[in-house]
């Protein structure tokens, strides 16, 4: 049972390259998160899908694209890569009414130049 | 929505000597409170959590307080170790969707 999957775990882009960040879950679980993380911070809910077929924005949208591409998978677009996008960004999944937060990936590191 | 202040930012304690951390939230409506400790380098890992409905949780040296009517809530760490070095952050989900949002962390570094 592998829990949340990240894939890469490590990319350098150059500013104004596009990427996908894949995120998948074999949990079972509706719900799955993208946050990222900037050095000394806490997390930021960027977009988040409440169920297969729904996605929203959350705190710090702006920049990203996300599809949920089935239940299962949950991917992050950086369209067009800009330095203040260097971050480690974590996916995350749960389902409603379990303990919240408990199944986050191992997390993407991600420099943009 | 919702919006998660934590304090202190760091915190330095002998080791055997007990560690408090506070949390802050905006949204009265707010009803699931989870504690995450982070490692360097690694993922969040969710170490307790206090529903709504309850006013303090155990779990071994670990503890959390919930006060809805003052919306913060605290962790308790006692008998403090060198393994609980690390970095501790709050959440809070709001009413609004199954979602959190996260205080700052704060640095917790025990001395041995």
């Known amino acids: 049972n592998a829990g949340v999957t990240q894939t890469p775990k490590f990319q350098v882009l150059k500013t104004g390259q596009s990427m996908t960040l894949q995120c998948a879950q074999d949990?079972?679980?509706?719900?799955m998160y993208w946050y990222r993380q900037d050095p000394g911070m806490g997390l930021r809910l960027i977009y988040y899908?409440?169920?297969?077929?729904?996605?929203d924005k959350g705190e710090v949208p702006n920049g990203y694209n996300v599809s949920r591409l089935n239940k299962r998978e949950f991917s992050l677009r950086l369209e067009s890569a800009a330095p203040s996008q260097t971050s480690v960004y974590f996916c995350?999944?749960?389902?409603?009414?379990?303990?919240?937060?408990?199944?986050f990936g191992d997390g993407t590191r991600l420099s943009i130049l | 929505g919702e919006n998660v202040e934590q304090h202190p930012s760091t915190l330095s304690v002998q080791e055997g000597d007990s560690a408090v951390i506070k949390c802050t939230y905006s949204?009265?409506?707010?009803?699931?409170f989870p504690w995450y400790k982070q490692e360097l380098g690694k993922r969040p890992q969710l170490i307790i959590d206090?529903?709504?409905?309850?006013g303090e949780k155990k779990d071994q040296r670990i503890a959390v307080t919930l006060n809805k009517t003052a919306k913060h809530f605290s962790l308790h760490i006692t008998e403090t170790q060198p393994e609980d070095s690390a970095v501790y952050f709050c959440?809070?989900?709001?009413?609004?969707?199954?979602?959190?949002?996260f205080g700052g962390g704060t640095r917790v570094l025990v001395k041995p």
């Open positions: 899908s409440a169920s297969e077929g729904t996605t």
């Open positions: 959440a809070a989900r709001g009413a609004a969707g199954n979602k959190l949002t």
């Open positions: 949204d009265s409506a707010s009803n699931y």
């Open positions: 949990m079972n679980h509706n719900s």
């Open positions: 995350a999944s749960s389902e409603p009414g379990e303990r919240l937060g408990e199944h």
């Open positions: 206090i529903r709504s409905n309850v």
